[in-house]
């Protein structure tokens, strides 16, 4: 839309043969009458649409993006689903073999330092001897996210960390649900494996099968441990990671922008299990996954931030990150001023805090704020600093020299209200630029301080100006309806009556 300059100056003329087969309440014509609706479609005329007026909001929600959009389908493929904690939980994953030939738990023992669980396979059975191995081999299989979707003709690429004491002799194998079928196999023979070992394979689809598994298993006496063990198909958007599928879906809606990552996704509903952007960067293996406890399910962070910067090039949409101002999502019965920086304590599934009787979700309170705000500084550099500074280093050794575009972002998502996002000094009216500094809420230490570094970039708001001005500096703020069709239809005219001056709704 927009460009084709021929079109829109010329006069459309519609021509509408009206009421002839109902009761024309507005205008009395006769049935055999021909009313007309003249369009002044000139370009003079017409109003511009704005470039943002339709967009995305992502949200990684119901598996939008982990087991949707981002083509992984390993699921839980660092064994960490369970968190820190030992035994881990390894689910999706299962034993193929019974208890006197494979017994499977979880340690500490991987070589990636955030996220240590590796998954410890013990064979007992042999291809010789007393405990004969059935002939399909014992291992373990994992059914990605409610089956695996592997298709005729496609290469799927193989990629896992492996350590034993012995030489290994492992069938990978992608199989119809039960095991049966094998729709492509390939076979992995190390001698020595004895430090952690990086294996990658590729695997061509002989057949199609929705609901398949992938299989990893053997005949061979012995232990091998697993870790971070994943399977992508090789043709996805660009060779970015994204769905072909589902990434056309996306770029046909034409999308102006792209909110990213959520939603309460970017808060937690416990600020230890909130999307934390410096953990879902680097090398994929690295990053130490957490479990989104808003929608409660575990993401390995596959699609982190570095990928939704991508995702939003990919559209040509523009980026909007929203991101975390140490505020939680659910408003519970007592909010938390936890005098300590509270970051300290994220760690995964503590009984947190259970034995002071403080037992609602935390909240960072803004005089601990600044590591929050650094945070989101750096985030911001590594989106569009340049390939030699801390973070655009980071950036460029991701494969992305050239800065992305970031010229929006928000900040916190749904949080006014919440006692610490605009705190009392704004709620009191008082406007002077030294009192913002001084006991203001987290939303203005965000506000100033990303004013400052990045002059250009657009501030959005959480709280809702459309119908009274906003108390707080802004260049935007937000307004999120959650209606029914009837109900947005009759909010259609809702804005001709919000202030004209100061920021507009984004
Ligand atoms: C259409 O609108 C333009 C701009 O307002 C005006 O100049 C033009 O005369 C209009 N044309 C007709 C046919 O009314
Ligand atoms: C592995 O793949 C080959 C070639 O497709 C096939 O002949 C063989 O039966 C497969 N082996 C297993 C154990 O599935």
Same mark, same amino acid.
């Given at each position: 839309m927009g460009s084709s300059k021929a079109p829109c100056s010329v006069l459309l003329v519609f021509v509408f043969g009206l009421c002839t087969l109902y009761r024309c309440s507005a205008v009395e014509v006769d049935a055999d009458q021909t009313a007309w609706l003249v369009v002044n479609a000139s370009e003079a005329s017409a109003r511009k $649409?704005?470039?943002? =007026?339709?967009?995305?909001?992502?949200?990684?929600?119901?598996h939008a993006g982990s087991g949707g959009l981002w083509a992984e389908l390993v699921s839980n493929r660092g064994f960490e689903s369970g968190g820190r904690i030992l035994p881990s939980s390894i689910a999706p994953w299962s034993t193929l073999g019974d208890?006197?030939?494979?017994?499977?738990?979880?340690? =500490?023992?991987?070589?990636?330092?955030?996220? &240590?669980?590796?998954?410890? $396979?013990?064979? =007992?059975?042999?291809? &010789?001897?007393?405990?004969?191995?059935?002939?399909?081999?014992?291992?373990?299989?994992?059914?990605?996210?409610?089956? $695996?979707?592997?298709?005729?003709?496609?290469?799927? &690429?193989?990629?896992?960390?492996?350590?034993? =004491?012995?030489?290994?002799?492992?069938l990978v194998s992608l199989t119809d649900s039960h095991g049966l079928q094998a729709l492509s196999n390939v076979s992995i023979m190390a001698d020595d494996v004895s430090k952690w070992t990086k294996v990658e394979a590729l695997l061509d689809a002989k057949r199609t099968n929705h609901n398949s598994r992938l299989q990893l298993t053997t005949t061979r006496k012995g232990v091998i441990w697993f870790d971070q063990v994943s399977l992508m198909p090789l043709d996805t958007y660009k060779g970015h990671g994204f769905r072909n599928d589902l990434f056309k879906l996306l770029a046909d809606l034409k999308p102006g922008f792209l909110r990213f990552p959520g939603g309460c996704f970017v808060e937690g509903e416990w600020l230890r299990n909130a999307f934390r952007w410096k953990e879902t960067i680097g090398p994929w293996e690295e990053r130490p996954g957490?479990?989104?406890?808003?929608?409660?399910?575990?993401?390995?962070?596959?699609?982190?931030?570095?990928?939704?910067?991508?995702?939003?090039?990919?559209?040509?949409?523009?980026?909007?990150?929203v991101f975390n101002n140490g505020i939680l999502c659910i408003v519970s019965l007592s909010y938390l001023k936890l005098n300590a920086f509270i970051r300290k304590s994220i760690s995964f599934h503590l009984p947190f805090m259970k034995s002071t009787g403080i037992s609602h979700n935390d909240e960072v309170d803004s005089s601990n704020i600044l590591p929050f705000v650094q945070e989101i500084l750096d985030g911001i550099e590594f989106a569009r600093g340049d390939p030699d500074s801390t973070w655009g280093s980071v950036r460029a050794a991701m494969g992305h020299p050239e800065p992305f575009v970031l010229r929006y972002v928000a900040i916190g998502n749904e949080d006014c209200g919440k006692p610490n996002y605009l705190g009392s000094i704004v709620q009191n009216q008082l406007q002077t630029h030294s009192e913002l500094f001084s006991g203001a809420g987290n939303y203005l230490k965000f506000y100033s301080a990303i004013r400052r570094a990045y002059p250009d970039i657009k501030l959005i708001s959480n709280c809702d100006g459309s119908s009274h001005p906003l108390d707080h500096p802004a260049d935007f703020y937000e307004y999120h309806p959650y209606q029914n069709s009837n109900t947005m239809f009759s909010l259609a005219r809702y804005f001709d009556h919000a202030p004209r001056n100061g920021p507009k709704v984004w």
């Amino acid at each position: 839309m927009g460009s084709s300059k021929a079109p829109c100056s010329v006069l459309l003329v519609f021509v509408f043969g009206l009421c002839t087969l109902y009761r024309c309440s507005a205008v009395e014509v006769d049935a055999d009458q021909t009313a007309w609706l003249v369009v002044n479609a000139s370009e003079a005329s017409a109003r511009k $649409m704005p470039k943002h =007026l339709f967009g995305l909001f992502f949200e990684e929600i119901n598996h939008a993006g982990s087991g949707g959009l981002w083509a992984e389908l390993v699921s839980n493929r660092g064994f960490e689903s369970g968190g820190r904690i030992l035994p881990s939980s390894i689910a999706p994953w299962s034993t193929l073999g019974d208890e006197s030939s494979i017994s499977v738990s979880t340690d =500490l023992s991987s070589s990636f330092e955030r996220n &240590k669980v590796a998954l410890r $396979m013990e064979v =007992l059975c042999d291809s &010789k001897g007393t405990n004969i191995c059935p002939a399909g081999g014992v291992g373990v299989y994992n059914p990605g996210f409610w089956g $695996m979707n592997i298709e005729q003709g496609k290469t799927y &690429k193989l990629v896992l960390h492996i350590r034993s =004491l012995e030489p290994v002799n492992l069938l990978v194998s992608l199989t119809d649900s039960h095991g049966l079928q094998a729709l492509s196999n390939v076979s992995i023979m190390a001698d020595d494996v004895s430090k952690w070992t990086k294996v990658e394979a590729l695997l061509d689809a002989k057949r199609t099968n929705h609901n398949s598994r992938l299989q990893l298993t053997t005949t061979r006496k012995g232990v091998i441990w697993f870790d971070q063990v994943s399977l992508m198909p090789l043709d996805t958007y660009k060779g970015h990671g994204f769905r072909n599928d589902l990434f056309k879906l996306l770029a046909d809606l034409k999308p102006g922008f792209l909110r990213f990552p959520g939603g309460c996704f970017v808060e937690g509903e416990w600020l230890r299990n909130a999307f934390r952007w410096k953990e879902t960067i680097g090398p994929w293996e690295e990053r130490p996954g957490h479990f989104g406890d808003v929608w409660n399910y575990w993401t390995d962070d596959g699609l982190g931030h570095f990928e939704f910067l991508q995702l939003a090039e990919d559209l040509g949409a523009e980026p909007i990150w929203v991101f975390n101002n140490g505020i939680l999502c659910i408003v519970s019965l007592s909010y938390l001023k936890l005098n300590a920086f509270i970051r300290k304590s994220i760690s995964f599934h503590l009984p947190f805090m259970k034995s002071t009787g403080i037992s609602h979700n935390d909240e960072v309170d803004s005089s601990n704020i600044l590591p929050f705000v650094q945070e989101i500084l750096d985030g911001i550099e590594f989106a569009r600093g340049d390939p030699d500074s801390t973070w655009g280093s980071v950036r460029a050794a991701m494969g992305h020299p050239e800065p992305f575009v970031l010229r929006y972002v928000a900040i916190g998502n749904e949080d006014c209200g919440k006692p610490n996002y605009l705190g009392s000094i704004v709620q009191n009216q008082l406007q002077t630029h030294s009192e913002l500094f001084s006991g203001a809420g987290n939303y203005l230490k965000f506000y100033s301080a990303i004013r400052r570094a990045y002059p250009d970039i657009k501030l959005i708001s959480n709280c809702d100006g459309s119908s009274h001005p906003l108390d707080h500096p802004a260049d935007f703020y937000e307004y999120h309806p959650y209606q029914n069709s009837n109900t947005m239809f009759s909010l259609a005219r809702y804005f001709d009556h919000a202030p004209r001056n100061g920021p507009k709704v984004w």
